[in-house]
């Protein structure tokens, strides 16, 4: 079975840091570009930050850049995102993606999807 599992979100206090890991199992990940995703109870799900299969090339959401770092470690067939200096406006469902066209062109289309992991922030 071809799936994406996110892990490592919880309960946050504003400032604070979390570690997102997107692990794929059943396929490679070290062909895909991989994407993270965000949706926001009440709101459109947006893009947060892109990883080229070659690790190569890094894109981010202007609200999270100098905050978060997206990295992958094609050993692990895991791809991380590291969230620092988290803030009111992050709380959300985080969700990672594949995209077979290894690029993170803005219409490339995503072929997996994991189930997402919740992040909140809050004192």
């Known amino acids: 079975q071809l799936q994406l599992v996110e892990s490592g979100g919880g309960l946050v206090q504003p400032g604070g840091s979390l570690r997102l890991s997107c692990a794929a199992s059943g396929f490679s990940l070290k062909f895909y570009a991989i994407g993270w995703f965000r949706q926001a109870p009440g709101k459109e799900r947006e893009g947060v930050s892109c990883?080229?299969?070659?690790?190569?090339?890094?894109n981010y959401a202007e609200s999270v850049k100098g905050r978060f770092t997206i990295s992958r470690d094609n050993a692990k067939n895991t791809v991380y995102l590291q969230m620092n200096s988290l803030k009111s406006e992050d709380p959300a469902v985080y969700y990672c993606a594949a995209s077979v066209f290894g690029t993170c062109a803005q219409d490339s289309p995503y072929d997996y999807w994991g189930q997402g992991t919740q992040v909140t922030v809050s004192s």
């Open positions: 990883i080229t299969n070659s690790g190569d090339s890094t």
